[in-house]
């Protein structure tokens, strides 16, 4: 199980009162654009929203966290969701985040309760795409790796973070 109480009322239940980015136990989106991690049996997922919950300042912030655990290992995702204009500011908000107090206390906490690794990705939710070029020159700029810009429109299916893994 994923314990990090002190915000939990960021993350995403299937009851009681939720942030409005919510869509559901393990989904969250905005501007008709949602992402989701759906755990299979012995695995667990949570999804916490960060901006305007987490972190309610007015400094960079990507939308989401997600955090998965299968029996063998942990990941985490940084997750924005952008228009198609906006991808590039995506990696500012992204690669900001991942330097952040509240994100990395966060993370530690997900190591303590095992002590396993976890493995930090990052994606983008879009309906624009980038050149191959252009996503290298940013990844190099911010310092990160993208591992997708995932294409999600209010018309098309919900992607699912674990195609990621």
């Known amino acids: 199980m994923i314990d990090l109480t002190p915000w939990q009322a960021c993350a995403c239940k299937k009851f009681d009162d939720i942030p409005k980015q919510c ?18 049996s012995g695995e667990h997922a949570l999804a916490i929203v960060l901006d305007g919950c987490v972190m309610k300042d007015n400094d960079p912030k990507c939308d989401a966290l997600f955090l998965y655990m299968s029996r063998t290992r942990k990941y985490s995702f940084l997750v924005e969701i952008k228009g198609s204009g906006d991808i590039r500011k995506a990696f500012h908000q992204l690669s900001y985040t991942s330097k952040r107090t509240e994100y990395n206390e966060i993370i530690k906490r997900f190591r303590q309760s095992d002590g396993k690794p976890v493995v930090s990705k990052f994606a983008v939710i879009s309906n ?32 699912d973070l674990k195609s990621l893994l």
Do not use: D, F, N, W
């Open 23 to 40: 869509q559901g136990e393990y989904t969250i989106g905005e501007q008709g654009k949602s992402i989701r991690l759906i755990p299979k």
């Open 128 to 159: 624009g795409m980038l050149s191959k070029p252009e996503l290298e020159r940013l990844e190099k700029h911010y310092q990160i790796r993208v591992k997708k810009i995932l294409h999600c429109e209010a018309t098309t299916p919900i992607p």
